[in-house]
């Protein structure tokens, strides 16, 4: 059986095609994709709206661009501005612009630079986070490591270790920026400036800028004395 040969779509201007398999897409222009779209690379430096869903070993955008459905890729990076309205499933996903997902977003690896805004729950082995996010459901990922760059918020976050961390002084705001969640949960958790309702594991520091309703923890606890825990209780 002979091996049907991919093409490639590369737009230098403005042009549209059907879903279907490509090996390399490249859009240095208006680009439009009507249906699913699986393809080797995925590259768009200019403006493109899929509508259907994406399968990519490799996707980069460095323009806008929006698709409908779910995407999965091994890598994902993102330097300019990114909507996906479904599952975003990778392997390594590097956001250093904006991203939008109506969905979950699952992967390995996840490293923000730029601003992340998710509908759902976030779940990773590991999630480095050095901008701003927003997720309405649950973070979860083994080690978090959050410096804070602007306002966060998630609903829940879980982790064997989590570690929340003021960015360096700033003489317009200092040490103005903050993390707002419901609930953390985990191992170790070293936090600042960081108001939660809840917060529990088993060795817990809760430093300076926090506002805390309650800590619970196993093994210890310590708070800062610039923090507020209204109750704390060992289990």
């Not at 990773?124 to 990922?141: H, M, Q, R, T, V």
Request: hydrophobic share 35%; glycine share 12%.
């Amino acid at each position: 059986m002979e091996r049907k040969e991919r093409r490639d779509f590369v737009v230098a201007g403005r042009a549209s095609t059907a879903g279907g398999e490509f090996d390399r897409v490249s859009i240095h222009g208006d680009g439009h994709v009507d249906g699913d779209l699986a393809c080797t690379e995925l590259k768009c430096h200019g403006k493109s709206h899929i509508t259907g869903n994406v399968k990519a070993s490799d996707v980069k955008v460095y323009g806008s661009t929006r698709i409908d459905g779910r995407v999965e890729s091994e890598e994902l990076q993102v330097r300019g501005h990114a909507e996906v309205g479904g599952h975003l499933s990778c392997r390594q996903m590097e956001a250093e612009g904006v991203l939008h997902a109506g969905g979950p977003v699952t992967a390995e690896e996840i490293t923000l630079k730029g601003q992340l805004n998710v509908k759902e729950d976030v779940e990773a082995e590991s999630f480095s986070a050095k901008g701003i996010f927003k997720i309405d459901g649950l973070l979860n990922a083994g080690q978090i490591v959050v410096q804070l760059y602007g306002d966060c918020q998630a609903k829940e976050i879980g982790g064997e270790k989590i570690e929340v961390r003021k960015k360096g002084f700033s003489w317009f705001k200092p040490f103005s920026h903050h993390l707002e969640v419901d609930t953390i949960e985990g191992d170790e958790i070293h936090l600042e400036n960081t108001r939660a309702k809840v917060v529990r594991g088993n060795r817990v520091t809760i430093g300076p800028g926090c506002e805390i309703g309650l800590v619970e923890y196993h093994h210890h606890f310590h708070r800062d004395h610039g923090a507020k825990v209204k109750e704390a209780k060992k289990l």
